[in-house]
Structures are given as C-alpha cells and as structure tokens.
C-alpha cells in the first residue's frame, strides 16, 4: 500500500499570499497517478488537479500542481477567501487508492 | 450536469448488514467505472472500494475486504454497496464517486453528497 504524507498538517495564511502544500508517497506513484482535491466544511470533495498537473473542469489557474516519483505540490498562487478549506492527495496509480491525511490551509 | 445520489444509510448495530445504492444521471453511466470513499466524523478520506464499467474489476480496501460487496446496474445507472458484519469503526459519511475512466482507476471527478452510516449498540 501507499501512504501518503501531507505537509504542514494545517497552514496558516492571510488572502493574497501564495500557498504551498506537499504530498510525500512512500514509493513511487506510477504514471504521476496523482490527483488534489479540496473539502470545504460540510461539502463533498472536489478534484482540483489530476495527472499531477492538469486542472480539473472549472478550476482557477491560480491552483497549479507539479512532481514526480514520491514527491508532489500543491501551489495556490495568491489565495482568495474561498480557497480556505482542506486539501488531500491521493494516488490512484496502484489499489488501494490512498489519500493522504489532508493539510488544513486556513485564514491568519 | 452529473448527479450521484446516495441512500441507505442508517443506525445500525455492530454485526448486522446494510446496502447502500447510488443512482447516477447526466452522464452515460456504464462508459465509466465507481467507487465508494467513507469519511469518519472530523477524519480523513478513505477509499472503500472500486468497481469497473463492465464489473470485471473489482477492487477493496483491506479494511472491508470479505466484509463489503459494491456491484452495479447499468441498466439502472445504479451503483451499490452491501455491508455486513458492520464494526463501529465503519461509522462514516459514504460517498459514491464516479471515475474519470471507464476502467480502475484514474481521478476521481464528481461526488455524491454521501450517505451517513453510524454503527451503533
């Protein structure tokens, strides 16, 4: 199985400032099979960012994404109100399909 | 506009069984493969199990394997999860999640707003 480690836990910032959230997987993640979603209280995920980099429908081109391997980012360039929430990783390049603990990004 | 929607949950005691069922619509269902992700109360994500367009694969989280079953009925855009010998561990919200490929497994592109289980005595 792999586990997937986020960093921070939570990451305190004020709106304008640029976000950077890391996953970590225990072995390589085949194809860059790695995807971000985002949770807001009371609200079902939504897939940000899949194959790494490539953003999902409908999503701003502030969220950007890179990595490869056991190593991957979530970049938010200048955060809006509406970008507090929690984020996950999670791999879907070999079963079971793990997510990582989330980083909760919140306003300073 | 894609819709999942979850129902069936419930309070159920420890041992006994409950099936959950998710009906699709706004997209061609049987083109894409499913999965059930349950979220414990103030936890994290955690993926339960996948199935493929045709149901030729089927995939479990170790946590539910021989416990859980999914399956689907194309003709009825309707995606299913049968679970037995329920743990109090396996209280959560359950979302049913459409794949973006028809087979196991890429990203994970709409959510259902889920369906609360509470496993209870």
């Known amino acids: 199985e792999i586990v997937l480690t986020q960093s921070p836990g939570t990451l305190s910032l004020s709106p304008g400032e640029r976000a950077t959230l890391s996953c970590r997987a225990s072995q390589s993640v085949s194809s860059s099979s790695l995807a971000w979603y985002q949770q807001k209280p009371g609200q079902a995920p939504r897939l940000l960012l899949y194959?790494?980099?490539s953003r999902a429908t409908g999503i701003p081109d502030r969220f950007s994404g890179s990595g490869s391997g056991t190593d991957f980012t979530l970049t938010i360039s200048r955060l809006e109100p509406e970008d507090f929430a929690v984020y996950y990783c999670?791999?879907?390049?070999?079963?079971?399909?793990?997510f990582g603990q989330g980083t909760k990004l919140e306003i300073k | 506009e894609v819709q999942l929607v979850e129902s069936g949950g419930g309070l159920v005691q420890p041992g006994r069984s409950l099936r959950l069922s998710c009906v699709a619509s706004g997209f061609t269902f049987d083109d894409y493969a499913m999965h059930w992700v349950r979220q414990a109360p103030g936890k994290g994500l955690e993926w339960v199990s996948g199935?493929?367009?045709?149901?030729?694969?089927?995939n479990y989280a170790d946590s539910v394997k021989g416990r859980f079953t999914i399956s689907r009925d194309n003709a009825k855009n309707s995606l299913y999860l049968q679970m037995s010998s329920l743990r109090i561990e396996d209280t959560a919200l359950y979302y049913c999640v459409k794949d973006g490929n028809g087979w196991l497994a890429t990203d994970f592109d709409y959510w259902g707003q889920g369906t609360l289980v509470t496993v209870s005595s």
């Open positions: 194959g790494a980099s």
């Open positions: 999670q791999q879907y390049g070999s079963s079971p399909y793990t």
């Open positions: 199935i493929s367009w045709n149901s030729g694969s089927i």
